[in-house]
């Protein structure tokens, strides 16, 4: 379950610091699902006095969608205008994703557990359905190309509250992934190509998506100015 302190240090931020507090939301919603497995929570002991409410999953995914929300960020991908994902999506939602630089929003960061990048993929202009695919690639370094690499993968289905996780890069692989710098320091456009044998279930209730292949170009900052503040954040947070 996330801690209150830091949806409330999320609701302060804007900008690039607060789409680091969305993945923190990704990985509270995620931790609250392996943990409770298929069953809803339930507790009928009384709340304590002036205790501090901890909204469910559905809606950290609401706080989650407001934190990514589209009309921060710009209209394109890559400034290179070629940045892209494509994927065949099957299951609880079928779609085939092919979606364009223009309109598509990418970011990608450094993850430390374990060590790798995310990288993020949503359609600015809408859709039906309206899905925000998180690619947790492991291994991959600042510069390096990567192959056989394991990948978790997220799938949330906005404005719904459904969320679906591999929970875990076992069941994802990325067959090969290429970096080139961008003109900033320690930017990089990360095109990859991979394949998922297993789906991604629902952390809550039933069903489970099948991305059965996924090729993607994306974005990725190896920049860490705000790292401190973030692990104390996150700290901060598990302390309460």
């Known amino acids: 379950m996330i801690p209150t302190i830091v949806l409330r240090h999320c609701n302060s931020l804007q900008s690039r610091r607060l789409r680091r507090c969305g993945w923190l939301l990704v990985a509270g919603v995620l931790s609250a699902g392996a943990a409770m497995g298929q069953a809803p929570a339930t507790n009928t002991s009384p709340a304590a006095p002036h205790a501090p409410a901890v909204p469910p999953a559905g809606a950290l995914a609401t706080e989650l969608a ?3 929300a589209p009309a921060t960020l710009p209209a394109g991908c890559l400034p290179s205008g070629d940045g892209y994902l494509r994927a065949h999506v099957a299951g609880a939602v079928d779609s085939e994703v092919d979606w364009p630089n223009s309109g598509t929003r990418c970011e990608g ?3 430390d557990k374990p060590p790798g990048v995310r990288m993020s993929f949503h359609r600015l202009t809408g ?3 309206d899905l925000l695919f998180v690619f947790g690639l492991s291994g ?3 510069g390096q190309p990567a192959r056989a ?8 289905v906005q404005s719904t509250g459904r969320i679906y996780s591999t929970l875990g890069d076992h069941r994802c692989t990325i067959d090969s992934l ?4 961008l003109a900033a320091k320690h930017l990089f456009r990360v095109e990859a190509h991979g394949f998922c044998t297993q789906p991604a279930r ?3 209730g039933p069903g ?3 991305v059965s292949t996924f090729d993607f170009a994306g974005l990725v900052s190896y920049d860490d100015t705000d790292a401190h503040d973030d692990k104390d954040s996150a700290n901060a947070g598990a302390e309460h």
């Not at 690499?149 to 949330?156: C, M, P, Q, S």
């Open 208 to 210: 489970d998506i099948l």
């Open 109 to 111: 960061e450094p993850r």
């Open 178 to 181: 290429a970096q080139r710098p």
């Open 202 to 204: 629902a952390v809550r």
């Open 66 to 68: 407001a934190a990514l």
């Open 140 to 142: 991959v370094r600042e």
């Open 127 to 129: 859709g039906a359905p």
């Open 149 to 156: 690499a394991g990948a978790n993968l997220t799938i949330i």
